[in-house]
């Protein structure tokens, strides 16, 4: 082949690093015709948070399930928040996480109306992926939709300049206090929809 694109710099890198006289360029997966506008500015009148993934996709349980049993306690401890999880071909696994009082609505699939009304409601998305490859749709479906976005840095894989725009915690503690940080402080958040 002439030449051959990848969907990150990542996997360019690796190629390079591989053989540099390979012929390979990145080329950028997320093209959007036009951006929102109807975003819900006041992120005052926000509550909760969210997750989007189906499950037939392991990482995605994984993700819910350590944010459930390891983040979301340090969070609810400071503050009464409830989390949203939805996705397509919810386990019993992840059904078991909404009890009474605990803050999880397992709200499973939801049609693109409702979802676009979550990313409006929802002050803060959560992405705690702590396994899988290349870019992920979801962080970008979020920024997309004006959404803040605490994620793992291989959430924000393959995402360039994603720091800029993106919150990344790999450590429970920090995982949790940044969410508290950016939930409390409405006015950072509407900072950060309109960088994204």
């Not at 803060?124 to 979020?142: F, Q």
């Not at 793992?152 to 800029?164: P, Q």
Request: proline fraction near 4%; glycine fraction near 8%; hydrophobic fraction near 40%.
């Amino acid at each position: 082949a002439a030449v051959s694109y990848y969907p990150s710099y990542i996997e360019r890198d690796a190629i390079k690093e591989i053989d540099p006289s390979i012929h390979v360029k990145d080329i950028t997966a997320y093209v959007f015709d036009e951006f929102k506008t109807d975003i819900q500015e006041d992120f005052a009148k926000r509550e909760g948070l969210l997750f989007v993934g189906g499950f037939g996709h392991p990482p995605n349980a994984d993700a819910v399930l350590w944010f459930v049993k390891e983040i979301f306690p340090l969070i609810r401890k400071e503050r009464e928040i409830n989390f949203y999880i939805v996705g397509s071909k919810v386990t019993e696994e992840i059904k078991a996480l909404e009890q009474p009082g605990n803050g999880v609505v397992v709200k499973g699939f939801v049609s693109d109306e409702e979802l676009e009304e979550l990313y409006r409601k929802c002050r803060v998305v959560v992405v705690p992926l702590r396994y899988g490859a290349g870019i992920k749709g979801k962080v970008l479906e979020a920024m997309y939709n004006g959404a803040v976005v605490v994620t793992t840095s291989i959430g924000a894989e393959g995402i360039k300049d994603s720091g800029e725009v993106l919150t990344v915690r790999d450590e429970v503690a920090e995982f949790a206090q940044a969410v508290l940080e950016l939930y409390g402080d409405p006015d950072r958040c509407r900072f950060i929809s309109g960088e994204t």
